[in-house]
């Protein structure tokens, strides 16, 4: 989800971090803060795509729901 806010005071900037990667292009997080553990898991395009067109409409909370939704698909056991 993008959106910007725009007015005289602040220049904007946008910054496109992947378009349309191939399905199988695993996205990987960032090291957390002082090199701490990842706050999300790896997926895949096709793994986002999945949830966002066939579970979850997306808003601002489609990341922490995606990563909840990913974890359980992989290990159903919890």
Known sequence: MHRAVV??????????????P???????????????????????WADLMA??????RSDMRTLHAFTRWLLASKNPLT
């Open 22 to 44: 191939r399905e199988d292009r695993v996205v990987r997080a960032p090291a957390g803060d002082l090199g701490g553990p990842r706050l999300y898991p790896d997926f895949t």
């Open 51 to 56: 949830f966002t067109q066939h579970h979850y």
């Open 7 to 20: 007015n005289r005071w602040w220049e904007r900037r946008s910054l496109a971090f992947f378009l349309c």
